[in-house]
């Protein structure tokens, strides 16, 4: 199919808002309560996620690829290791920037896998990797400031700059036979004098597009130049179907002092999506700063569970190994089927768990997402809950076992056929 060619982003000298998807406040003109609440909270947009997961999460026999996680529970090691602390009385306030104990663990596995030295007071730990992001974006941008995030992308990044009162201004991706791929001419011109900090997911949710060491360097030298932030998002950093064992990093790149904060978090690697366990990675002087931070929101991460993060750093690396492969071969199963059909616009992304694609004249993707619920029973996202960009595309989840993957491949393959015989009943 062909390539898709996305529109140049606004005139940077224009409005600020211009570079924006339009926001409605919730109740505005309608309700004088709601009036009362602060536009940037008021305006925050529903999930287009949670939308098709409400409308298909009880249907028999449902296949569900919607949500960015995959259906491994958390290895029992981890969870014993949470229980023993647990009945051991660690029930207590502990230390807002997280155990000793586990900022150590934490330091020795950077270490390993980026090959940066071992130094325990880079980290922070957080309540999720979502709080990290709230945090890194608390300190970088707040009212009428302007944060960069390439697009399509996980939306909660963006609520959470529209959260901190700031505005987030979507860079799109350029598209081609390659797959997903950063447009550094797009990125430069949207920078203002608004702009503070740029935010960038690499290997990336939705799109599985993967930041080269020149992206990275590209980047870096742009927020030098402007004085700029650099929130580096690298959860995915170890699904990554290269040569290497991990995908490019800033570590790679970045000298002392630069001004970067990595957000990071335990829920995919080790299947810990439920526990709401991250981390924050920063220069040692701002360590206050963070742990300031931590204190006003949920003075900290309750000890059991920072206990079950020190075994799953200490013991899993054979648990991480075998969730890359399985996602490496789910990733090869559900797109060589999708392609075979040549019903799909979709390239094999090089990281992160998701395929993200079009379907040949489908390009309202919200109904699509509706409709494939109820002809062939497997729950997909639309892109347009990624924001610009997504328009025309549907995410699916890899991240699972080969007998389900197998049977969502064979059910989206007939209903892309209209062979009829999607079996949307079948467990």
Not at 397 to 411: N, V
């Amino acid at each position: 199919m062909n390539s898709r060619a996305f529109p140049a982003p606004e005139d940077p000298s224009a409005t600020p808002e211009s570079s924006h998807l339009p926001l409605t406040p919730v109740g505005a003109g309608e309700d004088p309560y709601l009036e009362r609440v602060r536009d940037p909270i008021r305006t925050l947009p529903e999930s287009g996620i949670v939308e098709v997961m409400n409308y298909g999460r009880d249907r028999p026999g449902m296949i569900p690829l919607w949500a960015g996680e995959g259906d491994v529970a958390t290895p029992p090691f981890i969870c014993e290791a949470a229980a023993t602390a647990l009945h051991a009385g660690e029930t207590f306030y502990t230390w807002q920037r997280g155990l000793p104990e586990l900022r150590g663990a934490i330091a020795r596995y950077m270490a390993r896998t980026y090959g940066i030295p071992e130094n325990p007071d880079r980290y922070f730990v957080t309540g999720s990797g979502m709080q990290a992001i709230h945090i890194a974006l608390a300190m970088t941008a707040g009212a009428g400031d302007e944060v960069i995030i390439p697009s399509p992308s996980w939306p909660n990044a963006a609520a959470a700059a529209q959260k901190a009162g700031a505005r987030p201004v979507y860079v799109p991706f350029a598209y081609g036979k390659d797959g997903f791929s950063l447009d550094h001419e797009r990125l430069a011109q949207a920078i203002t004098p608004r702009t503070r900090a740029i935010f960038l997911n690499t290997p990336a949710n939705p799109t599985g597009f993967v930041a080269t060491h020149d992206d990275l360097r590209a980047v870096l030298a742009l927020a030098r130049r402007h004085g700029l932030w650099i929130i580096a998002d690298e959860i995915y950093g170890r699904f990554y179907y290269g040569d290497e064992p991990r995908a490019p990093s800033f570590h790679d790149v970045m000298d002392e002092g630069d001004h970067i904060l990595f957000v990071q978090t335990f829920s995919k690697n080790w299947a810990m999506t439920g526990w709401r366990v991250g981390w924050i990675e920063a220069d040692p002087r701002l360590g206050q700063v963070i742990e300031n931070l931590i204190q006003y929101s949920t003075s900290g991460v309750a000890a059991f569970m920072q206990r079950g993060a020190v075994a799953a750093l200490d013991q899993g690396e054979d648990f991480v190994a075998q969730q890359i492969a399985r996602a490496r071969k789910g990733r090869d199963r559900v797109a060589d089927a999708l392609i075979a059909t040549g019903k799909v616009d979709l390239v094999k992304p090089p990281g992160a768990f998701y395929l993200f694609f079009g379907i040949a004249g489908r390009s309202d993707v919200r109904s699509l997402g509706l409709t494939l619920v109820d002809e062939a029973n497997v729950g997909l996202a639309p892109g347009t809950a990624f924001g610009p960009g997504g328009e025309g595309f549907m995410r699916l989840c890899f991240a699972r076992g080969d007998a389900q993957l197998a049977e969502a491949s064979r059910r989206l393959v007939a209903w892309l056929t209209g062979d009829g015989q999607t079996g949307a009943g079948a467990a």
